[in-house]
Protein backbone atom coordinates (compact mmCIF):
# COMPACT_ATOMS: atom_id res chain seq x y z
CA UNK A 1 0.00 0.00 0.00
CA UNK A 2 1.10 3.42 -0.94
CA UNK A 3 0.92 6.21 1.79
CA UNK A 4 -1.64 9.09 1.15
CA UNK A 5 -0.68 12.16 -0.15
CA UNK A 6 0.24 14.41 1.96
CA UNK A 7 -2.50 17.60 2.60
CA UNK A 8 -0.46 20.87 2.51
CA UNK A 9 -0.14 23.00 5.86
CA UNK A 10 -2.24 26.12 5.01
CA UNK A 11 -5.35 26.18 4.19
CA UNK A 12 -6.67 29.51 2.11
CA UNK A 13 -7.95 32.20 4.79
CA UNK A 14 -11.10 32.34 3.00
CA UNK A 15 -12.38 29.56 1.25
CA UNK A 16 -15.61 30.69 -0.74
CA UNK A 17 -14.88 30.33 -3.97
CA UNK A 18 -18.71 29.96 -5.80
CA UNK A 19 -19.52 31.74 -8.67
CA UNK A 20 -22.44 33.34 -7.40
CA UNK A 21 -23.10 34.66 -5.13
CA UNK A 22 -19.28 35.53 -5.08
CA UNK A 23 -17.11 35.88 -1.77
CA UNK A 24 -17.90 39.20 0.21
CA UNK A 25 -15.34 41.80 -0.11
CA UNK A 26 -12.28 41.60 2.26
CA UNK A 27 -13.26 42.35 5.65
CA UNK A 28 -16.82 42.51 5.17
CA UNK A 29 -19.39 42.76 7.92
CA UNK A 30 -22.85 42.93 8.37
CA UNK A 31 -21.99 45.42 11.37
CA UNK A 32 -20.74 47.90 8.73
CA UNK A 33 -23.95 48.51 6.89
CA UNK A 34 -25.82 51.71 7.00
CA UNK A 35 -29.36 50.99 8.71
CA UNK A 36 -31.04 53.95 8.71
CA UNK A 37 -32.90 53.30 5.75
CA UNK A 38 -33.90 49.73 7.17
CA UNK A 39 -37.50 49.61 7.76
CA UNK A 40 -38.76 52.61 5.63
CA UNK A 41 -39.96 53.31 2.78
CA UNK A 42 -38.23 52.62 -0.28
CA UNK A 43 -39.68 56.07 -1.55
CA UNK A 44 -38.89 57.97 1.59
CA UNK A 45 -36.29 60.72 0.88
CA UNK A 46 -33.81 58.25 2.36
CA UNK A 47 -35.02 55.50 0.61
CA UNK A 48 -34.71 56.97 -2.41
CA UNK A 49 -30.78 59.10 -1.78
CA UNK A 50 -29.45 55.89 -0.99
CA UNK A 51 -31.13 54.13 -4.04
CA UNK A 52 -29.64 57.29 -6.19
CA UNK A 53 -26.52 56.75 -4.50
CA UNK A 54 -26.38 53.13 -5.65
CA UNK A 55 -26.81 54.51 -9.50
CA UNK A 56 -24.39 57.41 -9.24
CA UNK A 57 -21.42 54.67 -7.77
CA UNK A 58 -22.39 52.63 -10.41
CA UNK A 59 -21.88 55.33 -13.20
CA UNK A 60 -18.76 56.51 -11.24
CA UNK A 61 -16.94 53.13 -10.75
CA UNK A 62 -17.78 51.47 -13.89
CA UNK A 63 -17.41 54.61 -16.43
CA UNK A 64 -20.88 55.10 -17.69
CA UNK A 65 -21.42 57.80 -19.94
CA UNK A 66 -23.75 60.94 -18.82
CA UNK A 67 -26.40 60.15 -21.47
CA UNK A 68 -26.87 56.73 -20.61
CA UNK A 69 -29.44 55.34 -17.80
CA UNK A 70 -28.86 53.53 -14.82
CA UNK A 71 -31.89 51.65 -13.47
CA UNK A 72 -32.19 49.33 -10.41
CA UNK A 73 -34.62 46.32 -11.92
CA UNK A 74 -36.48 43.33 -9.97
CA UNK A 75 -34.99 39.65 -10.39
CA UNK A 76 -31.52 40.44 -10.35
CA UNK A 77 -29.85 39.67 -13.72
CA UNK A 78 -31.87 37.59 -15.36
CA UNK A 79 -34.88 40.30 -15.01
CA UNK A 80 -32.50 42.48 -16.19
CA UNK A 81 -32.09 40.95 -19.53
CA UNK A 82 -35.33 39.68 -19.88
CA UNK A 83 -36.77 43.33 -19.43
CA UNK A 84 -34.90 44.44 -21.88
CA UNK A 85 -35.27 41.39 -24.71
CA UNK A 86 -39.07 41.84 -24.01
CA UNK A 87 -39.08 45.50 -24.25
CA UNK A 88 -36.74 46.19 -27.19
CA UNK A 89 -36.54 42.86 -29.56
CA UNK A 90 -38.84 42.35 -32.81
CA UNK A 91 -38.50 45.69 -34.18
CA UNK A 92 -36.00 43.75 -36.59
CA UNK A 93 -34.37 40.40 -37.16
CA UNK A 94 -32.39 39.24 -34.16
CA UNK A 95 -28.83 37.43 -33.84
CA UNK A 96 -28.48 35.77 -30.81
CA UNK A 97 -24.80 34.63 -29.79
CA UNK A 98 -24.26 32.02 -26.93
CA UNK A 99 -21.45 29.63 -25.98
CA UNK A 100 -22.26 28.41 -22.67
CA UNK A 101 -25.31 27.97 -20.73
CA UNK A 102 -26.46 31.29 -20.02
CA UNK A 103 -26.28 32.51 -23.66
CA UNK A 104 -28.20 29.52 -24.52
CA UNK A 105 -30.72 30.50 -21.75
CA UNK A 106 -31.36 33.42 -23.48
CA UNK A 107 -31.87 31.92 -26.83
CA UNK A 108 -34.35 29.59 -25.87
CA UNK A 109 -36.38 32.83 -24.50
CA UNK A 110 -36.39 34.41 -27.97
CA UNK A 111 -36.91 31.20 -29.99
CA UNK A 112 -39.22 28.86 -28.04
CA UNK A 113 -40.85 32.00 -25.83
CA UNK A 114 -40.84 35.31 -27.30
CA UNK A 115 -40.76 33.01 -30.94
CA UNK A 116 -39.28 35.58 -32.82
CA UNK A 117 -39.25 34.82 -36.87
CA UNK A 118 -36.62 36.23 -37.50
CA UNK A 119 -34.06 35.06 -35.17
CA UNK A 120 -30.34 33.41 -35.85
CA UNK A 121 -28.23 31.75 -33.32
CA UNK A 122 -24.60 32.24 -33.83
CA UNK A 123 -23.25 29.37 -31.05
CA UNK A 124 -19.66 27.61 -30.07
CA UNK A 125 -19.37 24.61 -27.87
CA UNK A 126 -18.36 25.07 -24.47
CA UNK A 127 -14.18 26.66 -24.14
CA UNK A 128 -14.61 28.17 -28.01
CA UNK A 129 -16.16 31.64 -28.27
CA UNK A 130 -18.21 31.83 -31.94
CA UNK A 131 -16.87 33.18 -35.09
CA UNK A 132 -18.34 36.49 -34.00
CA UNK A 133 -17.49 38.21 -37.74
CA UNK A 134 -20.66 36.39 -38.27
CA UNK A 135 -22.38 38.71 -36.62
CA UNK A 136 -25.08 40.86 -38.37
CA UNK A 137 -24.75 44.57 -36.58
CA UNK A 138 -28.20 45.84 -38.69
CA UNK A 139 -30.04 43.55 -36.60
CA UNK A 140 -30.58 43.56 -32.80
CA UNK A 141 -27.68 41.28 -31.24
CA UNK A 142 -27.65 39.33 -28.07
CA UNK A 143 -24.54 38.47 -25.93
CA UNK A 144 -22.67 37.57 -23.16
CA UNK A 145 -19.73 39.30 -22.21
CA UNK A 146 -18.51 36.48 -19.99
CA UNK A 147 -19.89 33.05 -20.31
CA UNK A 148 -19.90 32.11 -16.41
CA UNK A 149 -20.50 28.68 -17.18
CA UNK A 150 -17.64 27.98 -19.84
CA UNK A 151 -14.94 30.57 -18.28
CA UNK A 152 -14.75 32.18 -22.02
CA UNK A 153 -15.26 35.76 -22.38
CA UNK A 154 -14.80 38.31 -25.56
CA UNK A 155 -11.51 40.01 -25.09
CA UNK A 156 -13.07 43.74 -25.77
CA UNK A 157 -15.71 45.17 -28.12
CA UNK A 158 -13.26 45.33 -30.92
CA UNK A 159 -15.93 42.81 -32.98
CA UNK A 160 -18.66 45.60 -32.64
CA UNK A 161 -18.76 48.69 -35.14
CA UNK A 162 -19.61 51.66 -33.84
CA UNK A 163 -22.35 52.88 -36.81
CA UNK A 164 -24.49 49.46 -36.44
CA UNK A 165 -28.39 49.66 -37.51
CA UNK A 166 -29.18 47.36 -34.83
CA UNK A 167 -29.18 47.47 -30.63
CA UNK A 168 -26.25 45.35 -28.85
CA UNK A 169 -28.46 43.60 -25.66
CA UNK A 170 -25.15 42.68 -23.47
CA UNK A 171 -25.05 40.24 -20.27
CA UNK A 172 -22.67 41.21 -18.38
CA UNK A 173 -22.85 40.21 -14.94
CA UNK A 174 -19.70 37.89 -14.49
CA UNK A 175 -17.76 40.95 -16.25
CA UNK A 176 -19.00 43.77 -14.67
CA UNK A 177 -15.87 45.27 -12.26
CA UNK A 178 -13.02 43.15 -13.47
CA UNK A 179 -13.23 43.71 -17.59
CA UNK A 180 -13.43 46.51 -19.28
CA UNK A 181 -16.79 46.75 -20.91
CA UNK A 182 -17.14 49.21 -23.78
CA UNK A 183 -19.78 51.08 -23.54
CA UNK A 184 -19.95 52.89 -26.72
CA UNK A 185 -20.53 49.42 -28.25
CA UNK A 186 -23.62 48.41 -25.92
CA UNK A 187 -26.67 49.40 -25.91
CA UNK A 188 -28.12 47.80 -23.05
CA UNK A 189 -25.53 46.20 -20.41
CA UNK A 190 -26.98 44.31 -17.49
CA UNK A 191 -25.60 42.98 -14.35
CA UNK A 192 -26.33 41.57 -10.93
CA UNK A 193 -24.68 42.58 -7.29
CA UNK A 194 -23.42 38.85 -6.50
CA UNK A 195 -20.92 38.47 -8.54
CA UNK A 196 -17.93 40.42 -8.85
CA UNK A 197 -18.53 42.81 -6.16
CA UNK A 198 -19.97 39.73 -3.94
CA UNK A 199 -23.09 41.76 -3.54
CA UNK A 200 -26.29 40.14 -2.74
CA UNK A 201 -29.09 38.56 -5.52
CA UNK A 202 -32.53 39.67 -5.94
CA UNK A 203 -31.60 43.14 -7.99
CA UNK A 204 -30.54 43.56 -11.08
CA UNK A 205 -29.35 46.87 -12.80
CA UNK A 206 -29.85 47.94 -16.69
CA UNK A 207 -27.77 50.66 -18.38
CA UNK A 208 -29.58 51.74 -21.78
CA UNK A 209 -27.57 54.02 -24.19
CA UNK A 210 -29.47 56.98 -25.99
CA UNK A 211 -30.52 54.40 -29.02
CA UNK A 212 -31.90 51.96 -26.31
CA UNK A 213 -34.11 54.90 -25.33
CA UNK A 214 -35.18 55.94 -28.48
CA UNK A 215 -35.87 52.64 -29.68
CA UNK A 216 -38.46 52.17 -26.42
CA UNK A 217 -40.04 55.43 -27.02
CA UNK A 218 -40.58 54.76 -30.81
CA UNK A 219 -41.54 50.70 -30.91
CA UNK A 220 -44.56 48.79 -28.97
CA UNK A 221 -44.00 44.86 -29.07
CA UNK A 222 -46.56 42.69 -30.30
CA UNK A 223 -46.92 40.93 -26.97
CA UNK A 224 -48.31 41.69 -23.49
CA UNK A 225 -45.47 43.04 -21.14
CA UNK A 226 -46.04 42.29 -17.47
CA UNK A 227 -45.76 45.19 -14.89
CA UNK A 228 -42.25 44.01 -13.72
CA UNK A 229 -40.57 44.41 -17.42
CA UNK A 230 -42.28 47.98 -18.34
CA UNK A 231 -40.10 50.75 -18.65
CA UNK A 232 -42.32 53.34 -20.37
CA UNK A 233 -45.59 54.64 -19.93
CA UNK A 234 -47.25 56.19 -22.98
CA UNK A 235 -44.79 55.80 -25.02
CA UNK A 236 -42.21 57.60 -22.67
CA UNK A 237 -39.38 56.45 -21.12
CA UNK A 238 -40.37 56.11 -16.98
CA UNK A 239 -36.90 58.43 -16.58
CA UNK A 240 -37.86 58.06 -12.19
CA UNK A 241 -36.77 54.12 -12.54
CA UNK A 242 -32.99 55.80 -13.64
CA UNK A 243 -33.12 58.14 -10.91
CA UNK A 244 -33.92 55.26 -8.03
CA UNK A 245 -37.73 55.00 -8.17
CA UNK A 246 -37.60 51.55 -8.83
CA UNK A 247 -40.84 49.67 -10.13
CA UNK A 248 -41.61 47.89 -7.17
CA UNK A 249 -39.58 47.28 -3.77
CA UNK A 250 -36.56 46.90 -3.22
CA UNK A 251 -34.76 44.93 -0.38
CA UNK A 252 -33.43 48.20 0.79
CA UNK A 253 -30.70 45.48 2.71
CA UNK A 254 -29.38 44.40 -0.34
CA UNK A 255 -28.90 48.29 -1.52
CA UNK A 256 -26.91 48.66 1.56
CA UNK A 257 -24.71 46.37 1.11
CA UNK A 258 -24.15 47.06 -2.83
CA UNK A 259 -23.44 50.28 -1.78
CA UNK A 260 -21.46 49.24 0.70
CA UNK A 261 -19.08 46.97 -1.88
CA UNK A 262 -18.83 49.89 -4.52
CA UNK A 263 -17.55 51.98 -1.60
CA UNK A 264 -15.05 49.36 -1.16
CA UNK A 265 -13.88 49.06 -4.45
CA UNK A 266 -13.67 52.82 -4.84
CA UNK A 267 -11.65 53.07 -1.70
CA UNK A 268 -9.04 50.37 -3.72
CA UNK A 269 -8.89 52.21 -6.75
CA UNK A 270 -12.11 51.67 -8.75
CA UNK A 271 -12.31 50.02 -11.80
CA UNK A 272 -8.64 49.88 -12.21
CA UNK A 273 -7.66 48.25 -9.28
CA UNK A 274 -10.68 45.33 -9.67
CA UNK A 275 -9.44 44.59 -13.04
CA UNK A 276 -6.23 43.88 -11.50
CA UNK A 277 -7.27 42.18 -8.69
CA UNK A 278 -9.33 39.87 -11.18
CA UNK A 279 -5.85 39.47 -13.28
CA UNK A 280 -3.90 38.89 -10.64
CA UNK A 281 -6.24 35.87 -9.51
CA UNK A 282 -6.87 34.26 -13.33
CA UNK A 283 -2.48 34.71 -13.21
CA UNK A 284 -2.25 32.48 -9.37
CA UNK A 285 -4.53 30.00 -11.03
CA UNK A 286 -3.39 29.58 -14.57
CA UNK A 287 0.42 29.50 -13.58
CA UNK A 288 -0.39 26.37 -11.35
CA UNK A 289 -2.62 25.16 -14.34
CA UNK A 290 0.45 25.80 -16.60
CA UNK A 291 2.96 24.07 -13.77
CA UNK A 292 0.84 20.47 -13.98
CA UNK A 293 0.01 17.95 -16.70
CA UNK A 294 -3.02 16.98 -15.44
CA UNK A 295 -5.37 20.23 -15.66
CA UNK A 296 -5.91 22.84 -18.71
CA UNK A 297 -7.84 25.76 -18.76
CA UNK A 298 -11.62 25.69 -20.37
CA UNK A 299 -10.98 28.40 -22.77
CA UNK A 300 -8.61 27.14 -25.43
CA UNK A 301 -7.34 30.48 -26.51
CA UNK A 302 -5.82 32.86 -23.80
CA UNK A 303 -7.75 36.07 -24.83
CA UNK A 304 -10.82 34.75 -24.13
CA UNK A 305 -9.39 33.52 -20.65
CA UNK A 306 -12.02 34.57 -18.10
CA UNK A 307 -10.71 36.29 -15.09
CA UNK A 308 -13.72 35.95 -12.95
CA UNK A 309 -15.28 32.38 -13.60
CA UNK A 310 -12.06 30.08 -14.41
CA UNK A 311 -13.25 27.12 -15.59
CA UNK A 312 -11.02 23.80 -15.56
CA UNK A 313 -10.86 20.78 -17.07
CA UNK A 314 -9.06 17.69 -16.11
CA UNK A 315 -6.62 16.34 -18.72
CA UNK A 316 -5.11 13.41 -17.13
CA UNK A 317 -5.04 10.09 -19.21
CA UNK A 318 -6.89 7.95 -16.46
CA UNK A 319 -9.43 10.98 -16.35
CA UNK A 320 -10.25 11.46 -19.95
CA UNK A 321 -10.68 7.59 -20.48
CA UNK A 322 -13.36 7.47 -18.83
CA UNK A 323 -17.13 8.44 -19.85
CA UNK A 324 -18.78 11.82 -18.93
CA UNK A 325 -20.23 10.73 -16.00
CA UNK A 326 -16.76 9.02 -14.46
CA UNK A 327 -15.19 12.26 -15.27
CA UNK A 328 -17.69 14.33 -13.83
CA UNK A 329 -17.81 11.88 -10.61
CA UNK A 330 -13.72 12.33 -10.57
CA UNK A 331 -14.56 15.87 -10.19
CA UNK A 332 -17.15 15.57 -7.62
CA UNK A 333 -14.86 13.18 -5.61
CA UNK A 334 -12.34 16.03 -5.84
CA UNK A 335 -14.70 18.74 -5.00
CA UNK A 336 -16.40 17.46 -1.58
CA UNK A 337 -12.69 16.21 -0.53
CA UNK A 338 -11.36 19.72 -0.61
CA UNK A 339 -15.06 21.13 0.83
CA UNK A 340 -14.52 18.45 3.26
CA UNK A 341 -11.36 19.27 4.79
CA UNK A 342 -12.13 23.01 4.88
CA UNK A 343 -9.96 23.80 1.70
CA UNK A 344 -12.50 25.14 -0.66
CA UNK A 345 -16.23 25.56 -0.91
CA UNK A 346 -18.17 25.42 -4.49
CA UNK A 347 -15.14 24.81 -6.98
CA UNK A 348 -17.52 22.25 -8.89
CA UNK A 349 -18.39 22.92 -12.67
CA UNK A 350 -21.65 24.01 -13.99
CA UNK A 351 -24.89 21.55 -14.20
CA UNK A 352 -25.19 22.23 -17.57
CA UNK A 353 -21.10 22.76 -18.50
CA UNK A 354 -18.60 19.46 -19.07
CA UNK A 355 -17.20 17.99 -15.84
CA UNK A 356 -14.31 20.05 -13.96
CA UNK A 357 -13.88 22.58 -11.84
CA UNK A 358 -14.99 26.28 -11.74
CA UNK A 359 -13.23 29.05 -9.62
CA UNK A 360 -14.18 32.69 -9.01
CA UNK A 361 -11.35 34.75 -9.53
CA UNK A 362 -13.32 37.96 -9.52
CA UNK A 363 -11.77 40.88 -7.49
CA UNK A 364 -13.55 40.38 -3.88
CA UNK A 365 -11.14 37.10 -3.68
CA UNK A 366 -7.56 37.37 -2.55
CA UNK A 367 -4.86 36.20 -4.72
CA UNK A 368 -3.05 34.71 -1.39
CA UNK A 369 -6.07 32.22 -1.00
CA UNK A 370 -5.88 31.23 -4.53
CA UNK A 371 -2.43 30.81 -3.99
CA UNK A 372 -2.86 28.85 -0.94
CA UNK A 373 -6.19 26.73 -2.94
CA UNK A 374 -3.50 25.69 -5.39
CA UNK A 375 -1.70 22.65 -3.69
CA UNK A 376 -4.89 21.39 -2.35
CA UNK A 377 -5.80 21.00 -6.08
CA UNK A 378 -3.11 18.83 -6.53
CA UNK A 379 -3.57 16.86 -3.08
CA UNK A 380 -7.22 16.26 -3.99
CA UNK A 381 -6.13 15.18 -7.63
CA UNK A 382 -3.53 12.78 -6.45
CA UNK A 383 -5.98 11.74 -3.37
CA UNK A 384 -8.74 10.72 -6.10
CA UNK A 385 -5.94 9.43 -8.91
CA UNK A 386 -4.81 6.80 -6.21
CA UNK A 387 -8.01 5.70 -4.86
CA UNK A 388 -9.02 4.74 -8.72
CA UNK A 389 -5.72 2.73 -9.07
CA UNK A 390 -6.41 0.84 -5.64
CA UNK A 391 -10.22 0.21 -7.73
CA UNK A 392 -8.77 -1.00 -10.44
C1 LIG B 1 -23.75 35.14 -17.51
C2 LIG B 1 -24.87 35.04 -16.52
N1 LIG B 1 -26.08 35.47 -16.86
C3 LIG B 1 -27.10 35.42 -16.00
C4 LIG B 1 -26.97 34.89 -14.74
C5 LIG B 1 -28.14 34.85 -13.83
O1 LIG B 1 -27.94 35.81 -12.87
P1 LIG B 1 -28.97 36.08 -11.71
O2 LIG B 1 -29.06 34.81 -10.93
O3 LIG B 1 -28.34 37.21 -10.97
O4 LIG B 1 -30.26 36.42 -12.35
C6 LIG B 1 -25.74 34.43 -14.34
C7 LIG B 1 -25.56 33.84 -12.99
O5 LIG B 1 -24.65 33.11 -12.71
C8 LIG B 1 -24.65 34.52 -15.24
O6 LIG B 1 -23.45 34.09 -14.88
Redesign the pocket.
Known sequence: MTADPVKPDIRPANIRFS??PCAKRPNWSADRLETAPLGRSHRSRIGKARLQLAIELTRELLRVPDDYRIGIVP???????EMAMWSLLGARGVDMVAW?S??S?WVTDVVKQLRLDDARTISADYGELPDLSQIDFDRDVVF?W????SGVRVPDGDFIPADRQGLTIC?A??AAFAQRLDFAKLDVTTF?W??VLGGE?GH?VIILSPRAVERLEAYTPAWPLPKIFRLTKGGKLIEGIFRGETINTPSMLCVEDYIDALQWARSIGGLDAMIARADANLDAIQSFVDSVDWLENLAADPQTRSNT?VCLKITDPAVTAMDEAGQAAFAKAMVSALDAEGAALDIGAYRDAPPGLRIWAGGTVETADLKALMPWLQWAFDMQKASLKQAA
Open positions: SGASDTGAVEFGGTNGTTDTSSQKGGS
